[in-house]
């Protein structure tokens, strides 16, 4: 079993600068000491969805990037989903003893927002936004389908995303990412020694 599940990663481009780190073990005492649970990006809605995941995922997360907002908030988006894919990739290590699934439901007034993960090294994301339109702060359902895509790629995951009801864009992708955390919160607990899977390799 891995001893230290723990990564920093940055990534740098004409687009964006990212840099994030995960500790998928601190305690909740540990990670406000060492500062993780700050994120800043530069755009106020994305800022609010990954506070959710580090909020409810209750994960020892800091993330600090900056992107070519001018252009859209589209390369922001998805290399964050990147980035923090890659560091739960290399943190998670051989997946040895994880739960490696998770399932949840989050609902947010009107809307009622369901997310299944599966830690399984096949990336892979169905994403149903339902019949949501519209933005808020610039973020659209189609902005959070490529921060999400993006840590499926990266991290070595399975992705399942339904917007079962949602007419309000702030409460669909907060409702979303919500899900999403308590979801990967349960899918990446050690829970034993072995390796979930029959194939002896995740």
């Known amino acids: 079993m891995d001893l230290t ?18 500790d998928l073990d601190a305690s909740p005492i540990d990670a406000s000491a060492s500062g993780a649970g700050s994120v800043t990006t530069g755009h106020g ?10 909020r409810h995922g209750r994960l020892a997360l800091a993330l600090s990037g900056s992107g070519d907002l001018h252009v859209d908030v589209h390369h922001l988006a998805e290399d964050c989903g990147i980035v923090i894919g890659q560091a739960f990739a290399e943190a998670l290590g051989s997946r040895q003893g994880i739960e490696r699934y998770g399932s949840a439901f989050v609902p947010m007034d009107e809307t009622l927002a369901h997310v299944v993960v599966d830690l399984s090294g096949r990336p892979h994301i169905t994403f149903d936004p339902g019949r949501l339109h519209g933005d808020s702060g610039g973020f659209t359902a189609y902005h959070l389908r490529e921060l999400l895509r993006g840590f499926a790629n990266h991290a070595g995951a399975t992705l399942h995303v339904r917007l079962i009801s949602a007419d309000d864009t702030h409460h669909a992708c907060e409702a979303v990412m919500k899900a999403f955390a308590r979801a990967l919160r349960d899918a990446v607990k050690v829970t034993h020694a072995g390796l979930p899977s029959t194939k002896g390799v995740l």
């Open 5 to 22: 599940r723990s990564a920093e990663v940055v990534r740098e481009t004409r687009e964006t600068r990212i840099r994030v780190t995960v």
């Open 45 to 54: 809605f994305l800022d609010h969805l990954l506070e959710q995941l580090v």
